[in-house]
């Protein structure tokens, strides 16, 4: 089985024409490699606004992919709160961030893929995270890591956070017979890695560094780390930080796909490929070139 692992579109036809342009290319790649399934792992819009996520929806489903056994989506911090436009934007940015209505917007997102959730298993009908999804013999966990709105802990909201509620969810997940027998994949959108500065970074690179330390994070990892450990998870897929890389972490493997539209670190554009063999998981890195431009325009497609 192949399964591509996507994350961090921030698509926006309004704002950001390219990254549709791109998006088509990958799933045109996708289709190339005859993936038999698609994992995106969260900040599918740029903005979280309706237009965003029935131009998201319109492209999966042209390309047939807008399927549950062909997709799996999970949430990210910009399909919730979005995020600032320019640096001046972050001073008022919590302000808008104090206002969005946090369950609304989950909800928003789960209408908008919401046959991409057909067939999972929930642990309670209360809310659709956490779920699992069985894909042949794979068993997808898709969790949502974006915290709540607060102004201490989470002022710009893109910090991450699993609360209560989903640990406990998640508990039951682990500990029952659900995912026995299965390749356990967990879907999150928040990073788990250690950032750390470059030993040769500048006063103002360390800065920033120390920015998006405190307003990059995922609070609370220890108990997701025992639970990732109890019932031996192959992989974990995420996003967040823009970067492509592979890394392990109290010995379990993390997939990070971030840099699947814009790599911060000015690398190549690149999504995850893995093989699920019937003992063992390879993963493989698959560029993706920038198309030329369209000769038609993208409110066409809408």
Not at 33 to 62: M, Y
Not at 83 to 95: C, I, S
Not at 123 to 137: A, C, E, H, L, R
Not at 241 to 265: C, E, Q, V, W
């Amino acid at each position: 089985m192949r399964i591509a692992h996507l994350s961090d579109l921030h698509l926006s036809p309004d704002h950001f024409p390219e990254r549709t342009e791109i998006f088509y290319e990958i799933l045109n790649t996708c289709k190339t490699l005859a993936v038999d399934h698609i994992v995106i792992t969260g900040d599918i819009t740029n903005q979280a606004k309706p237009k965003e996520f029935a131009h998201a929806r319109s492209i999966l489903r042209e390309c047939g992919y807008l399927d549950p056994a062909k997709l799996t989506v999970t949430i990210g911090n910009h399909d919730i709160f979005g995020g600032p436009y320019y640096a001046e934007d972050v001073l008022t940015f919590p302000g808008f961030c104090r206002k969005t209505d946090y369950e609304s917007k989950v909800k928003e997102f789960t209408t908008a893929f919401h046959e991409t959730f057909e067939g999972c298993k929930y642990v309670s009908n209360g809310s659709i995270f956490p779920f699992v999804k069985m894909v042949k013999d794979v068993a997808l966990v898709g969790i949502n890591s974006v915290a709540q709105w607060n102004s201490l802990t989470n002022p710009l909201g893109s910090n991450g956070d699993v609360g209560k509620q989903q640990l406990k969810k998640l508990d039951e997940i682990f500990s029952g017979e659900m995912l026995k027998g299965k390749t356990v994949l967990v879907l999150i959108h928040h990073h788990f890695n250690k950032m750390e500065a470059k030993k040769a970074a500048g006063n103002l690179e360390r800065l920033w560094h120390a920015i998006e330390s405190s307003t990059m994070k995922l609070w609370n990892k220890k108990r997701l780390f025992k639970l990732f450990h109890a019932s031996s998870v192959a992989r974990v897929l995420h996003g967040h930080l823009h970067h492509h890389h592979h890394y392990h972490r109290k010995k379990i493997s993390f997939l990070n796909a971030g840099g699947t539209m814009f790599p911060n670190d000015l690398s190549e554009r690149k999504f995850n490929l893995l093989h699920i063999g019937t003992k063992e998981i390879e993963h493989t890195a698959v560029s993706v070139n920038a198309p030329q431009q369209r000769k038609y325009h993208v409110a066409k497609r809408q």
